[in-house]
């Protein structure tokens, strides 16, 4: 009965990371953060010449973040300063005080630092000298991570107060109508009526240990560490691994002549599984930075079509075709540094283990890794370290309680039956690397039905080769079913008749995300959202609004439309390649009162990031951010969405008028209706009061 339960559970999990393989696998390039913003407030509410004001200047600091201050020495981190621009029409009182600034000893500067946590105040006493001066300065800080220790590149971040001042001493209506270029943000003090301008910096921070101030992001990093560390524990369960646990737990137990020696030694070797892999995941941080490059590595048909072809080649090895296995001198040369009795041999010996466990390790670490570069440092890094700690974690335990070893199964016909539900999975997994290039170059190759009909059959094949209908040349014989794995069988059944609707037009709404557009899809029987009705619109023969939904492809034709009919613009940066796209439409946008209001109240412009059609050379430009030539919609949507948005992350929804004034949003991801119809009323009523 163990062994069943144990069979069953490896089964379960293995069917459930594979759906998780498929979910990470293809996401738009990750939310990049902004420069932190920053609020400014003037008082008192009445101001005339001769005056004296107090400026206040906030900044929201995210959890786990600090911002050195400005009240200590220097003696090494980057302080806040601030730079004022001379202009008779005002005089600086003193220099800016911190507000709330916390101090404490810190060791690698080997003295005391000032920092905000949470919120950073300042506050700068200003005497007004002439009517309505222009205060211009800069704010230059940093900021650094609490846990992970590592620090931003110091941010400069220019700003500008208009103040407001009367002779007459008759304080300013906060409904004054003020000129702003729309390059900026313009915060108005409902308490002093004084309009503050903070201007836009074009920077954009690439790194994962900055949170965004707006949007949900598509995934919690808490999510993918699960789905990294439940990757280990299977891989614990696959023919190359399993048969070493009791031979690495007889190691630890004979070798050590104490049993405090045995558990250092297991804590060692396990430790050294994770540093291992975690150095995996960081060389593969150091060429995964940048928006362009993880856009790129999602959408390209070359790595997709050499992803493909990877986790073809691992099937057909888990199906039993041939084994995968590194070369024997070198996996020998590794093997006999593990014999020295000392750290340096557990190190070795970890090694031999993640270098013997190749063949079986490599899809999931190649899937995760997948998911992990592009955009971001340390979501590869602590990644790779979770997968390592599920790997480590049966031998550090069993080698610390070898007893328990009598409870695990034998080595035997159920390991290669983990392994070949895992060459099921692998070939599903394939199939969605190849989809994804056949959808941004519109190759035609792979259309929606033709893919849910390989889904189908490989479900149908996974629940006959459960049953022991369907058996491969490795496999032993399987004298009866037992009932978890006659319920697994069950499971894949249905799951293949589930899909059979989506073969005529069915959305499929749990598949969202991992299946082809709609739009690619042959034989229709419902009225599904495979039309669009602008045809003349540019872009039009190319590229799909779903659910009838009137739309535009180009932000200057949508702008220009916005005028002539007098709404908002509905600005949906998405890509082919998106899987939150394709649960935000399915989820979102198909329900009545959000189509209701997109299809009436907006001119929706969908702006695809990963389009690969070349315009032609009379509309290509330099950009202003990394001076490359963009050539294809998707390098001048992207770009346009980093420069003018500041974010790199599909789906990204904004609301603006004719002008480019923004509305409403930002919003990201978030599969929430009622918050998304919130959205959508403040961009139409923020419109109509501006007209």
Not at 86 to 106: F, R
Not at 281 to 298: C, E, K, R, T
Not at 427 to 454: C, M, N, P, Q
Not at 572 to 590: I, L, Y
């Amino acid at each position: 009965m163990v062994l069943f339960r144990i069979n069953s559970f490896l089964l379960s999990l293995l069917l459930w990371l594979g759906l998780q393989q498929l979910a990470f696998a293809q996401h738009g390039p990750k939310t990049l953060a902004t420069t932190p913003e920053w609020s400014i407030t003037v008082e008192p509410k009445v101001v005339k010449p001769g005056d004296i004001v107090t400026v206040t200047l906030t900044s929201i600091i995210e959890p786990d973040w600090y911002m050195y201050s400005n009240d200590f020495d220097p003696i090494g981190p980057t302080v806040a300063e601030f730079t004022w621009e001379k202009n008779d029409g005002y005089t600086l009182i003193g220099s800016p005080k911190a507000i709330g600034s916390k101090k404490h000893y810190e060791e690698i500067w080997k003295g005391t630092v000032s920092i905000f946590t949470k919120k950073a105040i300042f506050k700068q006493q200003i005497k007004i000298n002439k009517v309505n001066p222009i205060i211009k300065g800069s704010i230059y800080f940093q900021e650094c991570n609490e846990v992970s220790g590592i620090c931003m590149p110091p941010y400069d971040v220019p700003f500008e107060i208009k103040v407001r001042v009367e002779e007459n001493n008759k304080p300013n209506s906060a409904n004054t109508s003020v000129s702003v270029d729309t390059s900026t943000e313009t915060i108005v003090s409902k308490d002093t009526g004084t309009v503050v301008t903070i201007k836009s910096d074009s920077t954009i921070t690439n790194s994962s240990n900055v949170n965004t101030k707006s949007g949900k992001k598509e995934e919690t990093l808490l999510a993918f560490l699960l789905v990294a560390f439940l990757g280990g524990l299977v891989a614990v369960a696959t023919p190359c691994v399993f048969p070493m646990l009791p031979m690495t737990v007889s190691f630890f137990t004979k070798k050590s002549q104490t049993r405090l020696q045995g558990i250092i030694r297991a804590f060692t070797f396990g430790f050294s599984i994770i540093a291992i892999y975690a150095s995996l995941g960081f060389v593969f941080a150091l060429f995964g930075l940048g928006p362009d490059f993880g856009n790129w590595l999602s959408t390209h048909w070359l790595p997709n079509i050499l992803f493909f072809i990877i986790f073809m080649v691992f099937a057909a090895s888990f199906l039993g075709l041939f084994e995968i296995t590194l070369p024997h001198g070198f996996v020998n040369k590794i093997d006999s540094k593990s014999s020295m009795s000392s750290f340096a041999g557990l190190f070795f010996m970890a090694f031999t283990l993640v270098v013997v466990s190749f063949s079986c390790t490599g899809p999931i670490v190649g899937s995760l890794l997948i998911e992990a570069v592009g955009g971001k440092f340390l979501k590869p890094l602590i990644g790779m370290g979770a997968f390592g700690l599920g790997l480590a974690l049966p031998f550090t335990i069993f080698a610390v309680f070898p007893s328990y070893l009598q409870n695990l199964p034998k080595s035997g016909g159920w390991l290669n039956s983990v392994k070949v539900v895992l060459g099921f999975v692998e070939i599903a997994f394939a199939f969605k690397f190849l989809s994804t290039a056949d959808v941004v170059y519109h190759w035609g190759l792979l259309d929606r039905e033709i893919y849910l009909t390989i889904w189908i059959i490989l479900s149908f094949l996974l629940g006959m080769y459960l049953l022991g209908k369907l058996k491969f040349s490795h496999d032993s014989d399987l004298p009866y079913i037992s009932v978890p794995r006659f319920f697994l069988a069950l499971t894949a059944f249905v799951f293949g008749l589930y899909m059979i609707p989506g073969l005529f037009g069915a959305p499929l709404k749990a598949l969202s995300g991992l299946l082809p557009p709609l739009y690619t899809q042959d034989f229709v029987v419902v009225n599904a959202s495979k039309e669009n009705i602008g045809k003349n619109k540019k872009h039009s023969n190319l590229l799909h609004v779903p659910h009838g939904i009137d739309g535009y492809f180009d932000y200057k034709e949508a702008l220009e439309e916005s005028k002539k009919q007098n709404k908002p613009v509905f600005v949906d940066f998405t890509g082919h390649a998106c899987v939150n796209c394709r649960k935000m439409e399915e989820f979102v946008w198909a329900k009545p009162e959000v189509l209701k209001r997109l299809k009436e109240d907006f001119i929706v412009v969908s702006l695809y990031a990963d389009e690969r059609k070349v315009l032609p050379e009379n509309e290509w430009y330099i950009s202003s951010r990394d001076g490359k030539v963009k050539k294809t919609i998707g390098e001048q949507n992207q770009d346009l969405q980093i420069t003018k948005y500041g974010y790199s992350a599909q789906p990204q929804y904004i609301i603006i008028d004719a002008n480019e004034n923004q509305l409403s949003g930002p919003t990201f991801f978030d599969t929430d209706e009622q918050k998304f119809i919130n959205f959508l009323e403040e961009g139409k009523k923020t419109y109509q009061n501006k007209q």
